[in-house]
DNA sequence: GCTGGTCGTTTACAGGGGTTAAATTTGCAA
DNA sequence: TTGCAAATTTAACCCCTGTAAACGACCAGC
């Protein structure tokens, strides 16, 4: 039997592992390691490995050994939900509930495993039905389908061209407080007036105020020309 | 080490020994059976038995072997403290969020064991800071202070009295929606016309209307003169 | 072509929570 | 008082997820 109930903890890896092949997945054809994976969930190698392998059992993703690990289609399809619900939670406890964004993604992250399907659905009514969570990161629609932003890092960005802020890459409280201050939520627009060579600093405008980000936070930014 | 973090499952048996205590605790000198224990939890009575051991262990209870157990202070305490989130987050659902009354004991009890303190805050001053929960029970003060309600069951009130309801002690989705049909509900007025000996039905004058009532479902509802 | 270091995998084990089956204790009825 | 049925407890086992430590594969540099 493969068509098992996946457990919180399963579907919580197969997130993990789309928001890894999303991140760093364009590099070459999508393997990401195993080792970032128990980095980022936490856990131990071992761990990831046994997991891994029950995965793969049911047909969720691919393991080709000492290579890396790619989500099946039906894999993909279960972590989009994951990530539906979790951003649906994050939009929900910033539109609705008054939370400020760095506050979210932990207590999004423990609720969103518990959540029905009706609730989710109430949730992301009251929210608005927002198509990206409070980071800029899409949110699934209900089928599965996933918007493809087709935005730029902010530190690879033209210069002296009116751009809009899409996302922001991190979950650290501390920088999103700082950016928030700046004013480098989604949506704002930002122009790149400068940018210092060997990966220096940029200079950017934000409306009419000129601010100073280090290349470290304009990797972390991604923006959209329109 | 006696003072370890405990799990969400070992706070989920506190609450139900708790509701338990509360519902038919008022008989003897307050040990409940562990069996009835496990029916409510739908665990087996082993599974019960061994959580218990390890419950008292922690001193959060005190386990008379053979006889039954009892929360201590302390235990009583994380109870208040599960009860609390749990009718809060019931509370958020209905009055915030819009669910009827007999769609959210369940999602509360999945949700509600992953809830923050400031989210538990937060969702209660948005639903109102509300004293009792949607089915009436009384939510536990961040102090852990739990009012005490005074109520009688409505099948042994006195008759032609203006009486208030004050809990609805089912969780069965459709005797609840079938109460709010009825208009029995936290809250509402309701005067005894007249009770059939022998646990007959009861005939209760509502908002002017007179309606019919079995002693099983008047077993359910408590009351308060005023 | 060998050799070391790093990364990935396997093995052995821990601990939480659950189950069924067998032993106990209890309390009630004959 | 005895005897039995029901309730409780113990025993033995399962699955899930985690860890640490040993083991194996891969790559770079000599």
Not at 2 to 19: D, H, K
Not at 26 to 47: H, K, N, R
Not at 57 to 85: C, F, N, S, V
Request: net charge negative; charged share 25%.
């Amino acid at each position: 039997m493969t068509t098992n109930e996946l457990s919180i903890t399963m579907r919580e890896y197969l997130a993990e592992i789309y928001r890894l092949s999303d991140r760093e997945g364009a590099t070459q054809q999508g393997y990401i390691s195993t080792s970032a994976l128990a980095e980022l969930l936490d856990v131990s190698a071992p761990a990831v490995n046994r997991m891994v392998t029950k995965l793969k059992d049911q047909h969720l993703l691919i393991h080709e050994p000492y290579q890396g690990i790619a989500l099946t289609e039906a894999g993909q399809k279960e972590a989009l939900t994951m990530l539906r619900r979790h951003r649906i939670t994050e939009a929900f406890l910033v539109n609705v509930m008054g939370f400020a964004w760095h506050e979210i993604h932990e207590e999004a992250s423990r609720i969103s495993g518990t959540l029905s399907e009706a609730l989710t659905q109430r949730m992301a009514d009251m929210a608005g039905n927002p198509t990206i969570c409070p980071h800029g990161e899409p949110i699934p629609a209900e089928d599965g389908t996933m918007p493809d932003l087709q935005d730029i890092l902010l530190a690879e960005a033209p210069q002296n061209t009116p751009l809009y802020v899409t996302r922001v890459r991190t979950r650290e409280a501390d920088r999103l407080q700082y950016l928030a201050a700046l004013g480098l939520v989604p949506g704002a627009e930002v122009t790149v007036i400068h940018a210092a060579p060997f990966n220096g600093p940029l200079q950017l405008k934000l409306k009419d105020e000129y601010r100073i980000v280090g290349h470290n936070l304009a990797e972390l930014i991604r923006v959209r020309g329109e």
